[in-house]
C-alpha cells in the first residue's frame, strides 16, 4: 500500500509521497520489500496514488531489490480496501497486505502460518502498544478470534492495548466483501462485515517492532530506533564501531569529531573542527563545513552546511543550502531546497515548506508555508554567484546558458573564457552546451584574465562575453559574468530578460542541423597587447628605467604581462608568474601587497604592483615600500594625470572621498559622479571625453582603451604618466591629501528599507543631499552615505570627515538613527 501523501509529514512529503520518505538513507518502501523477501515473499503489487512516478522510477520492475513489482494505480481515492480491489487480477491466491510508509522488522511468517493454521478468511496483525488512542484498537477473544474494533477510542474506551498494524493476510474471496466503483474501507466496513457473515476472522499479535511514523516526531525518533538498533533493518555503510555508519567516498577531515550511533551517506565531506554529535544522519553528498556542530538531526540528501552552522533535533530536507552562522533549534523541520542566509536563527518547532529563502540575519520563530523571506534573483552585482556544484551546478548553468541564448538572435556568436580552476573548466562546457543548444555558437579563449575576455567581446560581430571564474573572496563559490558587445557588465535590463526565460524555462530549441559551433578566438592575447602598447610612448618607458616588482596574483594575467613588460624595456622582478587555482584558492590581496612591499625596499625598485587573478584589481606599492590603498591609488592616478586633464571626464563612484572631486575639478576636469555598480561605472567611464573612471576597491577603467575595469591597462598607462614625468611614485604619494573615513554594516529588513530611506531624507530637508545611489547627505567638512545593500538585508553607512574620529561620529550617529527607524 504506497498511495499514502503523508500530509502530517509536511513539509517533508511536500514534492515526495510518504513511501519515499528516507529512513537512515533509504525509502521506507526500501526496508519494507527487504522485510518481505526474507519472509520468502518474492512478488509484490504496490498499490499507487500520490506521486506515483517517484515510487515506479525508483522500484521499476523490482529486480534492483530481488522481487518482481506491478504497480496498480488509484485514478481516484479508493480506501484501503478500494485500492487493493484495483489490484485484484494479480490477487489469485492468498496474498499479504502491509504499508508501503511504516518502519517495522515484524515476524510476517508467523502471522501466515497462523492465518493457515486458524483457516482464515483474513488475519489482521496485531501489535502492542503503550498509548493506543491513535490507532484503531482490535479486541480478540483467547483463541485469537475477532470480538470487535474500536477506531481511535477516548481512554475511557480503551479496553485493549494490542492494535490493528495495517497488515492482513486474506484469501480471495475477501473481494466478495469489496464493493466496487467507491471507496470502501477494511476497518469500517469490510472486516465488521465478515463479523457479520461469522467468516473466520482472526488477530495475530505479531513480535517485533512496529511504528507509523505518522508525523515529524515519530519520523525522528524512528532514526533513533534504527541507530539504537531497536528494529531490524539494513543500513548502507560501513560500521566503523558505536553503531556509526560510514558511505562509501566519504571524507572526514582529522581534526573533527563524529560521535555514534550516526549514518554518514556516500559522498559526503567533513572539514576539520566539525562536531557531528549522536544520532546525526547525513545523506548522500552532503557538504559539512568548518565548525559545524549537530546532534540528533537528519539531513537529507546533496544539503550544504556553512561554516559554523548549529543543528538540533531538527530534519533538513534535499538539496538546502545553508549558510554560515545559522542556528537551528529544536523541533524545526526544513523542506527542500530552501535556502537559509548567513547568520539566521530558525527557532524551535518552525516549519519552513519547500523552495524557501531565509534572509541573511533573519529570526525566524513562525512557520513559513507560504511567503518567501527575501526572494534570491538569479543575478547580483557582479553576475551569477554561488558555490560552486552546490548552488551553481552545470544543469543550471546549461539552462542559464540557453535562456542567455535564447534572448540572442539565433546564429549570433558569443566569447567564453575562464581561470585555472576545476569548478570554471567543468561549468564553462555547461555553459558551451547550453548556449549551441539554443542556436548561438561560441568562440572560446580557455583561460585568460578577465579584461581580455572585454576586449575582444568588442570585436564585430560578437553579441556579447560569458566570463567563469573563482569568486576571489571565497574559494568556493563561482562567479559567471555576462557582458554585452562593448565589453562591459550586462545592464539589468538584459539580466531580467535572462531571468524571465529561465524562469518560465521558455528556451529557444533549435534542429539539429541549426545547433551553434564551438570555435577558439585568434590571436586573442596578441591582439591585446598590441592594442595597449598603441595607447602608450613606449620610448619614453623605455628611456626611464623603471625597476619593477610584479607579482601576477597565480592569474592569467602572467600570459600577458611579462611580454608587455618586456616590451616596454622594464626590469621586472616577477613574482608567481604562472596560473595556479590553488595559489588563486589562498589569494590574500593584502598579504601579498606586503610581500611585494618588502621585495621593493630590498631591491630598490620604482615600484611594486599586485595583480588579482581576475586581472581586474589592482595594488600599487611606491619606491618606499608603501602600499597605498585603493583611495589612494584613485588620488594618484588623478594626480599624475594633472593639467592634462583639461576639460575631461573622471567617473567615480558616490562612496568616493570628496578630496577626488576636489582634485580633478582643481586640474580642470569635469567629475562624474556614478551608482556604486560596476555596471555603472563603467557606463559612466563609456561617456564622451572619459580619461579616467574607478571604484573604491582597487578597479579602474582607462576609457581611451576600453571602458572596462583593466588592471594591465591601468597600469601600463600608469608607467606611462611616470615615465613623462621624470619623478619617483613617492613624489606623488606626498603630496596626496589625507583622507578619513569610515563605514558600518547594520542589518535592516527588506519591508523596511524604504521606509527607512523615505525617513532619512525628510530629516535632513536642511542639508544638500545627493540621490546618485542610495542618500548622500553633506555636513559640515564631511558627509555620510547610507547606502542600502541590492542582495543582502544590510544596508552600509559611509561617512568622511576632517579626522577619522569626526568620521566614525558621523556612521554612529547615522547607525543609531536607522535602528530607531527599524525600531519604529
Not at 552546511?305 to 543550502?321: F, K, N, T, W
Not at 619606491?623 to 590603498?629: A, F, H, P, Q, T
Request: include cysteine.
Amino acid at each position: 500500500m504506497a498511495g499514502g501523501e503523508g500530509t502530517r509529514l509536511r513539509p517533508l512529503t511536500s514534492n515526495v509521497p510518504k513511501p519515499m520518505m528516507p529512513l537512515a538513507n533509504r525509502p521506507m518502501m526500501e526496508h519494507i520489500l527487504d522485510l518481505l523477501k526474507r519472509h520468502g515473499f518474492d512478488e509484490v503489487v504496490v498499490t499507487v496514488a500520490f506521486m506515483a512516478n517517484h515510487i515506479r522510477n525508483w522500484f521499476g520492475d523490482g529486480s534492483e531489490f530481488g522481487v518482481k513489482i506491478v504497480y496498480a494505480t488509484e485514478e481516484t481515492p479508493l480506501g484501503t480496501a478500494g485500492s487493493v480491489r484495483n489490484a485484484m487480477d494479480e490477487l489469485t491466491e492468498p496474498f499479504l497486505v502491509i504499508s508501503g510508509d511504516v518502519l517495522t522488522d515484524i515476524d510476517l511468517t508467523k502471522i501466515v502460518e497462523f492465518h493457515q493454521e486458524k483457516g482464515a478468511t483474513a488475519t489482521i496483525g496485531l501489535i502492542r502498544v503503550e498509548n493506543p488512542l491513535e490507532f484503531g484498537i482490535v479486541i480478540t477473544k483467547e483463541d485469537g478470534s475477532i470480538e470487535r474494533f474500536l477506531e481511535k477510542p477516548g481512554w475511557g474506551q480503551v479496553f485493549s492495548d494490542t492494535i490493528n498494524t495495517g497488515i492482513f493476510v486474506c484469501e480471495p474471496e475477501i473481494f466478495d466483501y469489496i464493493p466496487d466503483g467507491r471507496p470502501v474501507d477494511f476497518s469500517s466496513e469490510v472486516f465488521p462485515a465478515l463479523l457479520a457473515d461469522a467468516k473466520p476472522l482472526y488477530g495475530a499479535v505479531g513480535e517485533g517492532y512496529w511504528e507509523d511514523v505518522g508525523n515529524l516526531e515519530s519520523y525522528v525518533s524512528a532514526h533513533t530506533d534504527i541507530l539504537d538498533g531497536a528494529v531490524e533493518v539494513g543500513i548502507d555503510g560501513f560500521d566503523r564501531g558505536e553503531g556509526l555508519h560510514i558511505g562509501e567516498n566519504v571524507t572526514i577531515h582529522p581534526e573533527s569529531t563524529v560521535a555514534g550511533p550516526g549514518v554518514i551517506g556516500d559522498n559526503c565531506r567533513i572539514e576539520a573542527g566539525v562536531h557531528l554529535g549522536p544520532y546525526t544522519v547525513l545523506g548522500a553528498n552532503v557538504r559539512v563545513r568548518s565548525e559545524v556542530t549537530t546532534d540528533r538531526v537528519v539531513v537529507a540528501d546533496n544539503a550544504y552546511l556553512g561554516e559554523g552552522v548549529s543543528l538540533r533535533g531538527a530534519v533538513v530536507g534535499r538539496a538546502c543550502d545553508i549558510r554560515r552562522g545559522v542556528v537551528v533549534d529544536e523541533g524545526v523541520v526544513i523542506g527542500d531546497e530552501c535556502f537559509i542566509g548567513d547568520g539566521a536563527h530558525i527557532t524551535a518547532g518552525v516549519k519552513i515548506y519547500p523552495f524557501k529563502t531565509i534572509e541573511t540575519g533573519a529570526t525566524v520563530n513562525n512557520s513559513i508555508v507560504w511567503e518567501s523571506r527575501g526572494a534570491r534573483s538569479l543575478f547580483g552585482r557582479n553576475g551569477v554567484t554561488g558555490l560552486a556544484n552546490v548552488d551553481i551546478t552545470p544543469e543550471l548553468v546549461a539552462r542559464l546558458a540557453m535562456a542567455y541564448g535564447s534572448t540572442l538572435k539565433q546564429g549570433d556568436t558569443v566569447i567564453t573564457s575562464r581561470d585555472s580552476s576545476r569548478s570554471a573548466r567543468m561549468l564553462k562546457r555547461a555553459v558551451h552546451a547550453g548556449l549551441n543548444a539554443a542556436g548561438v555558437s561560441v568562440q572560446d579563449l580557455e583561460v585568460v584574465p578577465l579584461p581580455v575576455t572585454r576586449f575582444i567581446a568588442r570585436r564585430p560581430a560578437i553579441a556579447g562575453a560569458v566570463a567563469l571564474r573563482l569568486d576571489e573572496h571565497d574559494p568556493n563559490s563561482i562567479v559567471i559574468g555576462f557582458m554585452d558587445s562593448s565589453g562591459a557588465d550586462m545592464g539589468e535590463n538584459s539580466h531580467r530578460k535572462i531571468e524571465r526565460v529561465f524562469n518560465r524555462e521558455d528556451y529557444r530549441r533549435v534542429f539539429p542541423a541549426e545547433i551553434g559551433d564551438i570555435d577558439y578566438a585568434p590571436r586573442a592575447l596578441e591582439h591585446y597587447a598590441t592594442a595597449i602598447e598603441s595607447m602608450v610612448d613606449l620610448a619614453a618607458i623605455r628611456s626611464s628605467g623603471l625597476k619593477i616588482v610584479a607579482d601576477y596574483g597565480y592569474g592569467a594575467v602572467s600570459f600577458i604581462m611579462p611580454n608587455l613588460l618586456a616590451k616596454l624595456g622594464a626590469e621586472v622582478l616577477a613574482v608567481n608568474p604562472f596560473a595556479s587555482t590553488s595559489g588563486i584558492a589562498d589569494f590574500d590581496r593584502a598579504r601579498h601587497a606586503d610581500d611585494v612591499s618588502n621585495l621593493v625596499v630590498s631591491s630598490r625598485s620604482s615600484l611594486g604592483v599586485v595583480f588579482t587573478p581576475g586581472g581586474e584589481q589592482i595594488t600599487v606599492v611606491d619606491d618606499k615600500g608603501r602600499v597605498l590603498d585603493d583611495t589612494q591609488l584613485f588620488l594618484t592616478l588623478i594626480a599624475l594625470h594633472g593639467a592634462s586633464l583639461d576639460g575631461g571626464r573622471v567617473a567615480m563612484p558616490i562612496s568616493m572621498t570628496q578630496h577626488a572631486a576636489a582634485m580633478v575639478e582643481t586640474q580642470g576636469g569635469t567629475v562624474v559622479l556614478s551608482p556604486t555598480g560596476p555596471a555603472a561605472i563603467m557606463e559612466s567611464a563609456a561617456g564622451p571625453f572619459s580619461v579616467l573612471a574607478g571604484d573604491t576597491s582597487g578597479r579602474f577603467i582607462a576609457p581611451e582603451f576600453m571602458p572596462a575595469f583593466d588592471a594591465t591597462a591601468t597600469f601600463v598607462r600608469m608607467l606611462d604618466m611616470l615615465a613623462r614625468q621624470e619623478a619617483a611614485l613617492s613624489e606623488t604619494v606626498d603630496q596626496l591629501p589625507a583622507t578619513h573615513m569610515a563605514e558600518r554594516d547594520i542589518v535592516t529588513p527588506w519591508d523596511q528599507k524604504g521606509a527607512v530611506m523615505r525617513e532619512l531624507v525628510e530629516q535632513s530637508n536642511d542639508r544638500r543631499v545627493d540621490l546618485v545611489d542610495g542618500v548622500r547627505i553633506h555636513h559640515d567638512q564631511g558627509w555620510v552615505l547610507v547606502l542600502p545593500d541590492p542582495e543582502e538585508p544590510t544596508t552600509r553607512v559611509v561617512a568622511e570627515g576632517p579626522d577619522e574620529v569626526s568620521a566614525g561620529r558621523l556612521v554612529d550617529e547615522y547607525v543609531r538613527r536607522i535602528e530607531q527607524l527599524i525600531r519604529s
